[in-house]
């Protein structure tokens, strides 16, 4: 997927509640082992490093640097318009 793709998914992810903004409750990151990525839904390898967010509802999202970049501009956007 290109940049503008996984950015236009997650601005859908964001709108149908299936991804949130501010309900991060820890951020790791380390290397991949082979999860899909959230945003991109491509597998996050072991060469990878892989974003891991721990959510209050318990649930875990797992991004790519630039998934997890482009959630956060996607988020900040969120907050400031609304």
Same mark, same amino acid.
């Given at each position: $997927? ?8 997650? *601005?859908? $992810? ?14 790791? /990151?380390? *290397? ?29 999202? *797992?991004?790519?640097? /630039?998934?997890?970049?482009?959630? *956060? ?10």
């Amino acid at each position: $997927m290109t940049p503008e793709e996984i950015r236009l998914r997650i *601005r859908d $992810m964001l709108e149908t509640g299936d991804i949130p903004c501010n309900e991060a409750d820890k951020v790791w /990151a380390g *290397r991949g082992n082979g999860s899909h990525c959230a945003a991109c839904t491509e597998p996050i390898g072991p060469t990878q490093i892989e974003f891991e967010i721990d959510l209050q509802s318990g649930a875990v999202l *797992r991004l790519h640097p /630039a998934c997890h970049a482009i959630w *956060r501009e996607e988020c900040e956007s969120l907050t400031a318009n609304g």
